[in-house]
């Protein structure tokens, strides 16, 4: 007779690995912006990845982090990381095949098989042979609109955190014309307040005071008003400079200013319905990009034209009736570029030219006579930068904060929230 004896199923490690934290582990990888580029040769413009470059990634986030599940079979594995040359083992492939399939299951990344091309058959005395088939290994992906959502909510989450806000969603809100009104907190009534009477609390006074008796009897010092915050209604254009600039100098700018919109996106999406939020690429000249394609954009051509970049700002803003319409311009350099009336591109990258000075702050000024606020985030700190941006903050009455990649989003997502915001009974 035969007997099959039943053992306590072990898993495997892929299937512990908590993989919604290996997908914030590679956001760098998937937000990548041509920088890596420069060191390994590979084509800035090219916004694909190959599964062979994401194995890859998932073995560095492997190697730098404690990924892995606490069970003998994950210390044996933790073994092979340490050493190089075991890194290639079938165990090793194996955990990163899984892995793989595990985040195209739950969307967050979607394989492309290339397309196959059938080759032209061979004549021979028997028949027709095609030669031979080599194997492709340049299958590519693409990261789905899943997996961006989910990189700006924990960029938000943990910029919010580092704010000192360690949650954030609507509570107690409600959708006006003019702007959003916030659950707030109670006080006491003072002379010359708007009576946005509390009735909850002001019984709950007058029966502590005097006890629960029918009639009630209200006194002054019983008196409980509602104060809120109310959060008037925005139209911003985030203006990101995607010249070479913000990838060179041994530094990436601009991942992190795209991590950076990408929060401010879901912040607006998920706290403030009433806002709108539109994304402006400049370099040579300017363009609109989707928000949605935020993450997939790259590092453009070379030269940084400022002022179209305004222009193309002011149209869209012009077209949004809100209580307040600005423009939050992220950038690492001087304006080098204009757009001519003829369309050619007047460029100059020696030194802050005159000429190109002149017609940006030009357009800043047609920025303040339309009632539109320019809050400037350099990331340099050139005195010759300092000094024009001081410029364009005393002509707009902005703001401008000069900071590094890795505290842009604190300034930016606080300053954002700042002005929103004011107090009413």
Do not use: W
């Not at 423009?327 to 030219?353: C, H, Q, W």
């Not at 410029?391 to 401008?400: N, V």
């Amino acid at each position: 007779m035969k007997f099959i004896r039943y053992g306590k199923y072990q898993g495997e490690p892929a299937d512990g690995v908590d993989l919604e934290e290996l997908v914030r582990r590679l956001g760098d990888f998937f937000l990548q912006s041509g920088f890596e580029s420069q060191f390994y040769g590979s084509n800035e413009t090219d916004s694909e990845k190959t599964m062979e470059a994401l194995r890859d990634a998932i073995l560095r986030a492997l190697q730098e982090g404690d990924l892995l599940p606490q069970d003998s079979m994950s210390d044996q594995l933790r073994e092979l990381l340490k050493t190089p040359q075991d890194t290639q083992s079938q165990e090793i492939r194996d955990l990163l095949d899984k892995l793989m399939e595990r985040m195209a299951q739950q969307g967050y990344i979607n394989p492309q098989q290339p397309p196959h091309v059938t080759p032209p058959p061979q004549s021979s005395a028997r028949g027709q042979a095609g030669p031979p088939q080599e194997r492709h290994n340049d299958v590519r992906f693409e990261i789905t609109d899943k997996t961006i959502d989910f990189l700006g909510f924990k960029t938000l989450q943990d910029l919010l955190g580092s704010l000192g806000r360690s949650s954030f969603g609507r509570h107690d809100t409600r959708d006006l014309s003019t702007g959003i009104e916030a659950g707030g907190v109670s006080r006491p009534y003072e002379f010359g307040d708007t009576l946005n009477l509390d009735v909850s609390e002001t019984l709950f006074n007058a029966v502590r005071r005097d006890g629960a008796k029918v009639p009630i009897e209200i006194g002054y010092s019983d008196l409980m008003v509602h104060q809120c915050e109310y959060h008037s209604s925005c139209a911003t254009v985030v203006l990101l400079d995607c010249s070479h600039s913000m990838i060179l100098y041994g530094e990436d700018r601009f991942t992190p200013a795209k991590r950076v919109a990408m929060a401010l996106s879901h912040l607006i999406r998920t706290q403030y319905p009433g806002d709108t939020l539109n994304l402006v690429l400049f370099h040579d000249s300017a363009e609109e990009v989707p928000i949605g394609q935020l993450a997939r954009v790259q590092v453009g051509p070379y030269y940084t034209n400022t002022r179209e970049g305004l222009r193309m700002a002011q149209r869209i803003l012009l077209r949004q009736r809100k209580d307040m319409r600005q423009i939050v311009m992220i950038t690492d350099g001087k304006p080098s570029a204009l757009t001519l009336e003829d369309g050619r591109i007047y460029k100059n990258a020696f030194g802050l030219d005159p000429f190109v000075v002149g017609q940006t702050l030009e357009e800043v000024n047609k920025c303040k006579r339309a009632g539109i606020m320019i809050n400037t985030f350099m990331l340099a700190s050139d005195y010759s930068l300092v000094n024009f941006v001081q410029k364009i903050t005393e002509m707009c009455k902005g703001k401008a904060y000069f900071t590094t990649p890795y505290t842009l989003g604190q300034y930016l997502l606080m300053d954002y929230m700042q002005r929103k915001t004011r107090q009413i009974h």
